[in-house]
């Protein structure tokens, strides 16, 4: 899935190292790569001594894990840091991660002197040193390494707080420079970690119980093993293989690199999910020209022919993006016809927002904001209506679930299914599902985001 940077998400690792005496809180904005992160960072603080606390106000050591993918976002984080500013007196420190960091590098110490430490994601490896100088007093430590570094972050003490469910990321950064995008800049060049400590994480995540696992990287399916051991595909095999794993999710793929044998894979292993999210972003061959996407209208059309063809019944999700500079009302009904042909389970869908540093900043932003939101409104409309239509065609069919909560008000358990669609469901009488498990649910009712059932027992 996309990233949504409104979302905070906050990670609380259990149990805290209780002894310790230094306190952190960290708050994390943005995609699921962000959200790994902070859990490989969690992880770090706790070996390091520190102890998770749940607001800024216990906190001595504040971190704040910045996306910058749209929307002003750099502003966002200044306000926010703003807000911060009554705390300085009271001694607490404050570092910035993640892409605004990467960004905006030394000006956060101009525009926010008492942030004491600016990191991008591609230095994090080298956070132990970097909290041995915070400690020490610098108060202007910088970890800005974007595009020259051959590492990934690699740590055993990730601090994974959903104990059925994790990610592991397989892939870094990203070398396709489209024109809108700001994630080359922020998260450096495309570096794989081998397929040997992928699966020995795997590995270790299945021994200690975790059934669903999500391979993640900016652009998943461009995975080159360094060590030539094994293709996207063989990992996708090796993983969904691997004893007590009931489910293996990847995100994101791009369809440049989106080949036939990842199709395969998925027909040929049931615990690979029924679900690919592959962004389209536009569907007029001429935008995605300029837009640097390396692929036509028709070469997506082809790869989503593959996947419809599937045996298995495989959800396809995309991002879009409206008012990319240039795009006429004719480019626009292109991608409204490629959505109705393609009909997707869920598009996320974007205003184009100039990012700094990208080569369409270059462009003239030339679509009015009334404009792309007029277009973007149109698009989800239609989506919902696509999704309505579909979802309905799913009454009656029994899927697998995933338990994932409760909702006591309705009475209802809240699980997923492989094609990551929500079904929630009422659960047998005296057979409440406990949470991480797996039960199959009939579909009795359907709305244009989710699907309710009731459980059913599979004789
Ligand atoms: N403006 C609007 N949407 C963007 N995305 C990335 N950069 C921009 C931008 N500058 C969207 C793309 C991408 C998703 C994660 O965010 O659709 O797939
Ligand atoms: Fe951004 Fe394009 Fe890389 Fe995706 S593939 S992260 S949209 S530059």
């Known amino acids: 899935m996309p990233d949504n940077p409104q979302n905070v998400t906050s990670i609380i690792a259990a149990p805290p190292s209780a002894g310790a005496k230094k306190t952190f809180y960290l708050e994390t ?13 969690i992880g770090t603080l ?5 102890r998770q606390v749940e607001t800024v106000e216990e906190a001595d050591l504040v971190f704040y894990n910045t996306c910058s993918i749209r929307d002003k976002a750099e502003q966002k984080v200044f306000n926010r840091l703003n807000d911060y500013k009554k705390f300085q007196k009271q001694g607490k420190k404050f570092a910035v991660l993640g892409c605004v960091a990467q960004q905006e590098g030394e000006k956060i110490f101009e525009k926010a002197p008492y942030v004491s430490l600016v990191a991008g994601s591609a230095s994090y490896n080298n956070l132990p040193q970097m909290l041995v100088q915070l400690e020490a007093g610098n108060t202007r430590i910088t970890g800005l390494d974007d595009r020259q570094t051959d590492l990934t972050f ?56 975790y059934t669903d696992i999500q391979l993640l ?21 090796a993983v969904g293989e691997l004893p007590g794993i009931r489910r293996v999710r990847f995100t994101t793929s791009h369809p440049r690199h989106f080949s036939r044998d990842i199709i395969e894979a998925i027909d040929a292993l049931p615990t690979l999910c029924d679900h690919v999210h592959l962004p389209v972003q536009s569907g007029s061959s001429r935008v995605l020209n300029a837009m640097h996407r390396e692929y036509t209208r028709e070469m997506y059309l082809e790869k989503v022919s593959w996947i419809k063809a599937s ?37 996320f869908g974007f205003k184009y927002s100039p990012r700094p540093n990208t080569p369409a900043i270059t462009m003239e932003d030339s679509i009015p904001d009334e404009e792309k939101a007029r277009r973007l409104q149109i698009l989800l409309d239609r989506q919902r209506e696509i999704q309505r239509v579909n979802y309905e065609k799913q009454v009656g069919k029994i899927f697998e679930v995933m338990v ?7 009475g209802q358990v809240n699980g997923r299914t492989s094609q990551n669609v929500t079904l929630n469901f009422t659960a047998l009488p005296q057979h409440t599902p406990s949470i991480g498990s797996y039960v199959t649910a009939r579909v009795i009712k359907s709305f244009p985001n989710s699907l309710v059932g009731e459980m059913v027992v599979q004789g």
């Open 154 to 209: 690699e740590t055993e003490f990730t601090a994974r707080t959903n104990p059925h469910r994790g990610y592991i990321t397989i892939i870094e950064g990203c070398d396709k420079f489209c024109a809108y995008c700001v994630v080359p800049y922020t998260r450096g060049k495309e570096r794989s970690r081998t397929s040997d400590s992928v699966l020995a994480e795997a590995r270790k995540m299945a021994d200690l119980g």
């Open 311 to 347: 045996k298995r019944q495989i959800a396809l999700t995309t991002d879009l993006i409206v008012g990319f500079p240039g795009e006429t009302p004719a480019d626009f009904e292109e991608t409204i016809t490629l959505m109705h042909e393609c009909q997707f389970d869920a598009v």
């Open 46 to 50: 706790l070996r390091q001594g520190y």
């Open 404 to 410: 994932e909560g409760f909702n006591e008000a309705r």
């Open 217 to 237: 990287g900016q652009n998943v399916n461009a995975f080159a093993d360094p060590l030539g051991k094994k293709t996207f595909a063989e990992l996708l095999y």
């Open 29 to 41: 904005f943005g995609c699921q790569m962000n959200v790994h992160d902070s859990e490989k960072v």
